[in-house]
């Protein structure tokens, strides 16, 4: 299949080397210099614009850090608009907000396009192995056209009703569960640290009870270590992902109150420089709050 990838942070240079290992014919485009070389020695061509990734593309992915960088993208002469034939599928894979899902939609509608937003649930050390769940979101046709591709990037794609805003709306809401989890963990591990309790030992009590799963055991572990090196989302991304949780809430009229809890100990570890961390600062915060740390 002929593809186009804009985009290339850690997530997406892993993505686009899955479809590159997989035969399909890939053109990259990423202003930030260096980002597409890796691929290019793997048998990719580098473009200068996001019109040019869509030239002569069955599909174009766009991997993109925030909505304002996913609008810059679709407009103008060297934007996706633009470059796309009709034939073409855009499939948005960042994490977006949905007045900006909608807005894309909108947009690729009036040009007479195709549009799905396709957002990852996993972290980058997964995309290269193709261990990402999907959350495709989309005419049901459009999905079946690029289900090879989604084979290839993840290990299961929850297909999530036609339009783009529904699959959106599951990466927040997962977003802002994982968010409270790791806040929740945080003041636990503070608590019983207090009594005298290791906080290694109630985390395996909670691995072995409540919370048997992977995001538990990796943050936990995190956490517990004091293992703050950025793996995964960064405190800068989890700042963004509370306040797309905070916007979707807002859009939908409904109260978010956990938010703004480790909404603001991700703002105050940016504060103190630490926004390049991952994003289970928080939980750092929250012992600093608890005289654990200082």
Same mark, same amino acid.
């Given at each position: ?10 997530? /997406? ?8 290992? &997989? ?11 260096? #980002?597409?070389?890796? %691929? ?27 909505? +304002? ?20 599928? @855009? ?7 949905? !007045?900006?899902? $909608? ?9 007479? #396009? ?5 957002? +990852?649930?996993?972290? !980058? ?9 999907? +959350? !495709? ?11 090879p591709l989604l084979d290839v990037m993840g290990r299961r794609n929850i297909e999530i009703g036609n @339009?783009? #805003? &529904?699959?959106?709306? +599951?990466?927040?809401?997962? $977003? ?16 019983? =640290? ?5 906080? =290694? ?12 799963? !992977? ?10 270590s004091k293992s703050w090196e950025t793996s995964g989302a960064t405190a800068v991304i989890g700042l963004k992902d509370a306040d797309l949780a ?17 909404? $603001? ?7 103190? /420089?630490?926004?390049? %961390? ?13 005289? %654990?740390?200082?």
């Amino acid at each position: 299949m002929k593809v186009g990838f804009v985009g290339l942070g850690r997530m /997406g240079q892993g993505m686009a080397g899955r479809l590159i290992s &997989a035969g399909h014919d890939l053109l990259v485009s990423d202003p930030t210099p260096g #980002q597409t070389d890796t %691929l290019v020695e793997n048998g990719a061509v580098a473009v200068d614009s996001p019109a040019a990734a869509a030239s002569d593309r069955d599909v174009v992915i766009t991997m993109l850090p925030s909505d +304002v960088v996913l609008n810059a993208v679709l407009s103008g002469d060297k934007g996706l608009i633009h470059g796309m034939s009709k034939d073409c599928i @855009h499939m948005a894979m960042g994490t977006h907000g949905i !007045p900006a899902i $909608n807005r894309a939609n909108d947009a690729h509608e009036k040009a007479g #396009q195709t549009f799905i937003a396709c957002p +990852v649930l996993g972290r !980058p050390d997964l995309a290269a192995e193709g261990l990402l769940n999907l +959350v !495709p979101g989309g005419p049901l046709e459009a999905v079946d056209t690029v289900r090879p591709l989604l084979d290839v990037m993840g290990r299961r794609n929850i297909e999530i009703g036609n @339009h783009p #805003q &529904a699959s959106t709306a +599951v990466k927040i809401a997962n $977003n802002f569960v994982l968010g409270c989890a790791i806040e929740t963990m945080g003041e636990a591990f503070s608590l019983v =640290e207090k009594f005298g309790v290791e906080p =290694e030992q109630f985390l395996d009590v909670l691995l072995k009870g409540l919370f048997g799963a !992977p995001a538990y055991e990796v943050y936990g572990k995190m956490i517990t270590s004091k293992s703050w090196e950025t793996s995964g989302a960064t405190a800068v991304i989890g700042l963004k992902d509370a306040d797309l949780a905070l916007e979707a809430a807002a859009t939908a009229d409904i109260p978010l109150p956990s938010t703004h809890i480790w909404r $603001n100990y991700l703002a105050k570890a940016i504060e103190r /420089g630490e926004g390049n %961390l991952d994003w289970a600062v928080m939980a750092r915060e929250q012992a600093r709050a608890s005289g %654990l740390e200082e």
